[in-house]
Antibody
């Protein structure tokens, strides 16, 4: 069964860069056709899509975060990465990686990582 | 952005009840709508895609309907495992993909 395992620092200071990785347990990344997204959820709140990329590149970002976000896919490591620059307290959230669902044009999400809590505090 | 509005925000129900959750889009999303279930401390789980298609492995008591701007998730004969928060998500426009605010189903 495919597993996504997210990892990264749990505490950041304002203005720092958030860097998270998501390890994919099988060869989905190299098979192509799937998008790989990051989605976040502030404590007690709803879900916000951050962006996605494909194994070949072609990232697409939420316009509200576009100036600060980079999502990349490393096929050699079976990993998807997220970088978010200049973080503030508003970026405090659980960050999920997720695979695009093929039958939904890869724009809904059928496999999710367990979530990584990131707190931004001085 | 396409805004997704769910109602109610909280729903009280008993085991065995039939439950209906509504999701309205600010513009047509055709039938490109998904539903998720999320339990505390866990990632969301895909239940329904393309408005009414049941994801593999999801119990048949879950069903979805609707098209355009108005959608419904129905749970027939609510089970103890179904008490959770449910989200809709549109994927007609990916700039950006957007979720509803969630509906929490609690025990009456």
């Amino acid at each position: 069964q495919l597993l996504l395992q997210g990892s990264g620092p749990g505490l950041l200071r304002p203005s720092q860069t958030l860097s998270l990785s998501c390890s994919v347990s099988d060869d989905s990344i190299n098979r192509g056709g799937y998008s790989w997204s990051w989605i976040r959820q502030p404590p007690g709140k709803g879900l916000e899509w951050i962006g996605y990329s494909y194994h070949s590149g072609s990232p697409n970002y939420n316009p509200s975060l576009k100036s600060r976000v980079t999502i990349s896919v490393d096929r050699s490591k079976n990993q998807v990465s997220l970088k978010l620059t200049s973080v503030t307290a508003a970026d405090t959230a659980v960050y999920f990686c997720a695979r695009g669902h093929i039958a939904s044009r890869s724009l809904a999400f059928d496999i999710w990582g367990q979530g990584t809590m990131v707190t931004v505090s001085s | 952005d396409i805004q997704m509005t769910q109602s109610p925000s909280t729903l009280s129900a008993s085991v065995g009840d039939r439950v209906t959750i509504a999701c309205r889009a600010s513009q047509s999303v055709n039938n490109l709508l998904a539903w998720y279930q999320q339990k505390p401390g866990k990632a969301p789980k895909l239940l329904i895609y393309k408005a009414s298609s049941l994801e593999s492995g999801v119990p048949s008591r879950f069903s979805g309907s609707g098209s355009g701007t108005d959608f419904t998730l129905t749970i027939n004969s609510l089970q103890p495992d179904d008490f959770a928060t449910y989200y809709c998500q549109q994927y007609d426009s990916y700039s950006p993909l957007t979720f509803g605010g969630g509906t929490k189903v609690v025990i009456k």
